[in-house]
């Protein structure tokens, strides 16, 4: 248990919806990470947050956007969904930022039919 | 952040040390160099980090040459639970200005058999 928790396990929802994936990190750690794995695309960084603010961006859809609030917990929030959108969806969370140690949560499986 | 390229697959089998290697030659200074397993539907796990020369823990070992452009994660005795695929990764560790994009790429899928 990597103490990172990250609800609801499993998701199926259907296309053009709008779900919101909701992460919370490890006691003490200042930053969330979010990450989509696909099975033709791999691991695939989205963006990261830290203490509240947004720090680095990867290769993240303008119909997501997340979140984190003053408790530290962290909302990815995925909207007009397509099928190509359905993957396991990943928070970590790490003490600092940069290339530190991260923790990664059990994941979030979505499908959009 | 520096590129870097792994074998895309390697089997071995019980008992034995495996070693996977990963290029990354235009490495930073300021880089370090760390490795994560993943089994399947499961998020990655941080096995070892290490900037030079050679790391050590529980669980393996980390050889970084001199050059830094490459390293070697090494995992002695591997039994079937080692089945997994293992990324490896290479950026500066400490960073809390600008941004700094992640990769992890695609990957060593290992095949433990018995």
């Known amino acids: 248990d990597s103490g990172v928790t990250q609800t609801p396990k499993h998701l199926i929802t259907a296309t053009g919806q709008r779900v919101t994936l909701r992460c919370s990190p490890r006691?003490?750690?200042?930053?969330v990470y979010w990450y989509q794995q696909s099975l033709d695309q791999g691991l695939q960084f989205l963006i990261q947050y830290y203490n509240g603010e947004e720090r680095a961006k990867g290769n993240i859809l303008e119909r997501f956007s997340a979140q984190q609030f003053p408790d530290l917990h962290s909302e990815l929030n995925l909207s007009s969904l397509e099928l190509g959108d359905s993957a396991l969806y990943f928070c970590?969370?790490?003490?600092?930022?940069?290339?530190?140690?991260?923790?990664f949560g059990p994941g979030t499986r979505l499908t959009v039919t | 952040l520096a590129k870097t390229t792994q074998p895309i697959s390697m089997d071995s089998y019980e008992g034995q040390e495996v070693n996977i290697t990963c290029s990354h030659n235009?490495?930073?200074?300021?880089?370090?160099i760390t490795w994560y397993q993943q089994f399947p539907s499961q998020g990655p796990r941080f096995i070892i980090q290490?900037?030079?020369t050679k790391v050590t823990n529980e669980v393996a070992s980390l050889f970084i040459p001199a050059d830094r452009k490459s390293s070697t994660l090494s995992l002695p005795r591997v039994s079937l639970s080692d089945t997994a695929v293992y990324y490896c990764?290479?950026?500066?560790?400490?960073?809390?200005?600008?941004?700094?994009?992640?990769?992890f790429g695609t990957g060593t899928r290992l095949l433990v058999s018995p």
């Open positions: 990764l290479v950026g500066e560790r400490w960073r809390d200005t600008g941004f700094q994009k992640l990769v």
């Open positions: 970590a969370s790490s003490v600092d930022t940069g290339l530190v140690e991260q923790y």
């Open positions: 006691s003490g750690d200042l930053s």
């Open positions: 290490g900037y030079k």
């Open positions: 235009n490495i930073a200074t300021n880089d370090y």
